[in-house]
């Protein structure tokens, strides 16, 4: 009891830190409410998302019309809609309007390559819209060149907050990165296909995706929201769309949050979806990996370490060896969905497992608790909620993938 008065007390210690509000959320204010265990969402989509963003098709009325000639740069400098046709190598598409201006750029069958620079490289806006009327292709074929003290390492490169929406398709090809944006990315529609040898999507402050179908190869990670000079920032909101993603590390990495609320999403990575806190709301998510398949991880201290399950349709399919379908530093909190994992070692976690909700399948047998895995293999878990105390097989002491 001692120790648990204690472990109480620190607890509240650490909320009051993290700036627990009045309604109880732990995250920042500036982020949306959450109920003590978890079960509501962090962001809500008519928050993220204004009407103009959702749009998919742009007023082309006054729009101004470019057809891409090789060797030709194209200086955007005015707010306004802009549309992009033609073939053409070494390219570029400036935008460097005033820091209130709002620029559309419409690409209508615009094919695009280059040797060492950006196809579309926004550098001052107020924000950019990226909508396809008709099926694009973007391509950087060398290693790419800075410019002045600024690394421009994607395809797309934005410094500027951006959308990306439309009715068509974009190929896009990198040496490097795919698609990057130094403030917040939003995708609404469109179709997207992005084979890049590092990452394909990355965002420093956030990436939200409300529609759209994806097609991602990366060598790295398929999406990636980090920022380096603020922690509290660098999330993940999938609201929708149809993913398939085959990545070298991780196909969803976030340094705060991963929120998925809907969508089809397909992964084949060494591990899945990876932040500090992974909530689950609804969709269907089937994802093979071969380290960890989901995994919430100290990176920020915005966010408590734990992964939420409240909805959806999770299977994951673990390969041999070492791994964790399902891997928290912190808590695991099921509330509902249902849960379907196949591998060694079903779940793993530091904190404590709550079983509230929903359904758990662990190797082809429902469970009524969330296992853990000990060391030389057994499980031994804490259910909480419906369930308290559980065992099955295995020894004494925590071990996880390195043991006490």
């Not at 806006?125 to 396809?132: E, G, L, P, R, Y």
């Not at 956030?206 to 660098?234: P, W």
């Amino acid at each position: 009891m001692k120790r648990r008065s204690i472990f109480t007390l620190l607890t509240l210690a650490l909320v009051i830190a993290l700036g627990i509000t009045a309604a109880g959320s732990i995250f920042p204010t500036a982020k949306a409410g959450t109920s003590s265990e978890y079960g509501t969402a962090v962001f809500s989509a008519d928050e993220l998302f204004t009407q103009r963003d959702k749009e998919q098709t742009a007023d082309l009325d006054g729009a101004v019309y470019y057809t891409v000639t090789d060797g030709t740069d194209i200086h955007i400098t005015d707010k306004g809609v802009y549309v992009i046709s033609g073939t053409a190598s070494n390219v570029t598409v400036f935008v460097e309007a005033d820091d209130d201006d709002k620029v559309q750029l419409v690409l209508d069958g615009a094919i695009i390559t280059t040797a060492n620079f950006p196809c579309i490289y926004v550098r001052t806006a107020d924000k950019v819209f990226i909508t396809t009327a008709a099926d694009s292709t973007l391509s950087v074929t060398g290693t790419f060149a800075m410019d002045g003290t600024v690394k421009t390492d994607g395809v797309i490169f934005s410094r500027q907050d951006l959308v990306m929406n439309g009715t068509a398709s974009l190929t896009i090809s990198s040496t490097y990165n795919g698609i990057v944006c130094k403030d917040d990315l939003k995708i609404t529609g469109g179709t997207y296909t992005v084979t890049a040898t590092s990452k394909a999507i990355q965002a420093n402050d956030s990436i939200r995706i409300l529609g759209g179908s994806f097609v991602l190869t990366a060598g790295t990670d398929g999406l990636h929201a980090e920022n380096d000079e603020d922690t509290s920032e660098g999330y993940i909101f999938i609201g929708g769309g149809t993913f398939s993603i085959r990545a070298g590390d991780d196909a969803m990495h976030a340094q705060t949050a991963v929120q998925i609320d809907g969508g089809n999403i397909t992964i084949s990575a060494s591990e899945g979806i990876e932040g500090t806190f992974v909530q689950i709301n609804g969709g269907t998510v089937y994802l093979q990996a071969t380290d960890d398949g989901i995994n919430a991880a100290n990176k920020s201290k915005a966010y408590p370490v734990a992964i939420v399950i409240n909805g959806g349709d999770i299977t994951v399919v673990m390969g041999s060896g070492d791994t964790d379908g399902i891997d928290s530093n912190g808590d695991i909190i099921v509330n509902g969905g249902t849960v379907n994992v196949t591998g060694n070692s079903s779940f793993d976690y530091d904190g404590t497992a709550q079983y509230n909700g929903g359904t758990i399948i662990v190797n082809g047998v429902q469970v009524n608790y969330i296992p853990n895995q000990m060391m030389g293999g057994g499980a031994f878990s804490r259910g909480g909620g419906q369930n308290g105390w559980s065992s099955q097989g295995g020894y004494g002491g925590r071990g996880g993938r390195g043991g006490w």
